[in-house]
């Protein structure tokens, strides 16, 4: 266990890394899964068969692939960018399909009188959505949303793995790969790093789920 | 037919079908709903009632016929419906209440959102409508803290404060428990003395005959029969209406 005593500083430097990079992409997952699951709920047939298109694509490919493409695909089309950026805009587009799904579902569970009665005041459908539906839906649906922020904080490691650098993966990777400590301490200490931001982040969203919960 | 004193054409309905899937909900209906009447419609169960109360507002699209609202057409969709929508209020069997709101705000939505009044005037408005009402100490109650009775009032106030031509009942006292249903019934009673425009679907008999200017029966989807309150309840013309109200008054 010395070698992670002894790396505490490169330990906590990964720690943060890691929450940084879960930060960006659950804000911006969240919001993207959001509009995908407006688009696919909408009245307009050429939103919904983008949403449907965006689900059935990213939901389906495995996300080393999305990072590949992002990482690699992009510079070859003139598109430049550093490695975090690539990196984070890649979970995020793979993590807000799910984010999508379990949006969708939610709003499926909203009693359709909520959405009549939206209608019945004038309300159109974007504002009966954004005011009345997606408030109750978003409620319902916390605990599979925190799921969904689970898998993504693990799947941060595999956007460590293309190099981003600075995160907790490549603390790992750093210690064992290349200064060569012995691999079980290393990644114990790895582990530990990615519960001390689950735990607490599970925490969290019980406590949001008792708060908002809706009375019916 | 009904009422001597009566105001332009405020809902017309003609030759309106509608269809669920195979099964013919509505057959050529034809209604003329009176600015400042209150019309109350009647009917077994599966009659239709509630299918043409929604079609007033679109809530059910139509297959045939054509509804127009204060000589306009009603709009197919988008924005055009949504002002419509505005203009004729909706008040259900079930309340539908926004859940995640309290009840001034369930009561101001619309008049912020559709209607861009100010917050603090829509919240005078809305205290009053409350009050008005009955329900104004609950102004920050959340639906699943009131009674039935009371949510089915906030649902009125709700309706009234966008102000609307006209304002629709399916079935409003229906889901309530019996100790509640005189208090909303009061409430429609007083709106009726104050001339709006109501369309009610109920099965409340003694409400139909006190507040009604006229009855419409229905069955199997068409009007059978169209008159003043005391003609309909006192020597009704069809067999279906007296079956029916044979049936009702003797419960």
Known sequence: ????????????????????????????????????????????????????????????????????????????????????????AGLTIYTAAFVCEAVRSGIGAVDTGQAEAARSIGLTFSQSLRLVILPQAI?????PLGNVAIAMVKNSAIVGAFGVGGELYSVANTLNGARGEPALPVYAGVVLGYLIIIIPAGLLLLAAEKRFRVAR | MAKSARGEPLIVMAGVEKFFGAFQALHGISLTVHSGEVLVIVGPSGSGKSTLCRCINRLETIDAGRIMIDGE???????ALARLRA??????????LFAHKTALENVILGPTKVKRIPR????RQGRELLDRVGVGAKAGSYP????????????????????????????????????YIAEVLDVMAGLA????????????MGFARRAADRIVFMADGRILEEGAPENFFDSPRTQRARDFLARILTN
């Open chain 1, 1 to 88: 266990m010395g070698v992670i005593t002894d790396n505490l500083g490169l330990y906590a430097d990964g720690l943060l890394g890691t929450l940084k990079i879960c930060a960006l992409v659950a804000v911006a997952a969240l919001v993207l899964g959001i509009v995908l699951a407006g688009f696919r709920v909408s009245p307009v047939p050429p939103l919904r068969a983008v949403g449907t298109a965006y689900v059935t694509l990213v939901r389906n490919c495995p996300l080393t692939i999305v990072l590949f493409a992002f990482a690699f695909g992009l510079p070859e089309v003139g598109v430049n960018g550093s490695y975090f950026i690539f990196g984070a």
């Open chain 1, 139 to 143: 409620r319902a649906v916390i605990p």
């Open chain 2, 73 to 79: 057409p009603l709009p197919e969709e988008g924005r």
């Open chain 2, 87 to 96: 203009e004729v209020g909706m008040v259900f069997q079930s309340f539908n």
């Open chain 2, 120 to 123: 603090e005037a829509a919240e």
């Open chain 2, 144 to 179: 699943a803290q009131l009674s039935g009775g009371q949510q089915q009032r906030v649902a009125i106030a709700r309706a009234l404060a966008m102000e609307p031509k006209a304002i629709l009942f399916d079935e409003p006292t229906s889901a309530l428990d019996p100790e």
């Open chain 2, 193 to 204: 003395r104050d001339g709006m425009t109501m369309v009610v679907v109920t099965h409340e």
